[in-house]
């Protein structure tokens, strides 16, 4: 029996952590849930924000051209608000991943307001070297890939987080969720890492 097979027997959690699981056809689908609205709402406000002080920083230019001090520091605030702006948009990226079992291919999904920075990367089942259960400094677990990438002469490590913010609560299922990954991906059996 094939490990799809053995996914449509065997039912996947539908959740677990920030990410919404589902099976469709020979792969195996997970999506991070969109982000609350207040978190949402923080790079828009910061970006509004940096708008203002900006206005305030060339109105001050133009009608006290002698005076550069209070512009010069309302232009940095405009300039720290849309890098903090850029910083909170790039954390709220929503993350997908899918296990296509036909072509025993990872795909790793990086999903952005903008299409253009968008981040898609392909990885072949034999490529993955890990599936490891690390604990986040908040008390909260993710489930982290590891593969080799590159050609074979210079190969090197990377990862990437597939599920995040995994309550202690939901150990059992936590655990399902990286037996089937690390199954999957074909590993050999060991218990999940934490810490």
């Given at each position: 029996?094939?490990?799809?097979?053995?996914?449509?027997?065997?039912?996947?959690?539908?959740?677990?952590?920030?990410?919404?699981?589902?099976?469709?056809?020979?792969?195996?689908?997970?999506?991070?849930?969109?982000?609350?609205?207040?978190?949402?709402?923080?790079?828009?406000?910061?970006?509004?924000?940096?708008?203002?002080?900006?206005?305030?920083?060339?109105?001050?230019?133009?009608?006290?051209?002698?005076?550069?001090?209070?512009?010069?520091?309302?232009?940095?605030?405009?300039?720290?608000?849309?890098?903090?702006?850029?910083?909170?948009?790039?954390?709220?990226?929503?993350?997908?991943?899918?296990?296509?079992?036909?072509?025993?291919?990872?795909?790793?999904?990086?999903?952005?307001?903008?299409?253009?920075?968008?981040?898609?990367?392909?990885?072949?089942?034999?490529?993955?070297?890990?599936?490891?259960?690390?604990?986040r400094p908040s008390g909260h677990y993710a489930i982290i890939v590891t593969w080799q990438a590159g050609p074979p002469e210079h190969r090197?490590?990377?990862?990437?987080?597939?599920?995040?913010?995994?309550?202690?609560?939901?150990?059992?299922?936590?655990?399902?969720?990286?037996?089937?990954?690390?199954?999957?991906?074909?590993?050999?059996?060991?218990?999940?890492?934490?810490?």
């Amino acid at each position: 029996m094939s490990f799809a097979d053995a996914l449509v027997e065997n039912r996947i959690p539908p959740r677990v952590g920030d990410v919404r699981l589902r099976y469709d056809e020979g792969r195996m689908v997970g999506e991070s849930l969109p982000p609350a609205l207040g978190q949402r709402l923080i790079p828009e406000l910061c970006l509004l924000l940096a708008a203002a002080c900006g206005v305030g920083s060339l109105a001050l230019l133009i009608l006290t051209p002698s005076h550069y001090g209070t512009p010069a520091v309302l232009a940095l605030a405009a300039a720290a608000l849309v890098g903090y702006a850029l910083r909170q948009e790039a954390h709220l990226g929503r993350r997908r991943f899918v296990l296509h079992f036909a072509t025993e291919t990872l795909r790793l999904e990086r999903l952005s307001w903008a299409p253009s920075a968008t981040r898609t990367e392909t990885i072949s089942f034999n490529d993955v070297t890990a599936v490891q259960v690390i604990q986040r400094p908040s008390g909260h677990y993710a489930i982290i890939v590891t593969w080799q990438a590159g050609p074979p002469e210079h190969r090197e490590e990377r990862r990437a987080a597939v599920v995040e913010q995994v309550r202690p609560h939901e150990a059992e299922t936590l655990h399902r969720v990286w037996r089937m990954l690390h199954n999957a991906f074909g590993l050999k059996a060991s218990a999940p890492e934490s810490g």
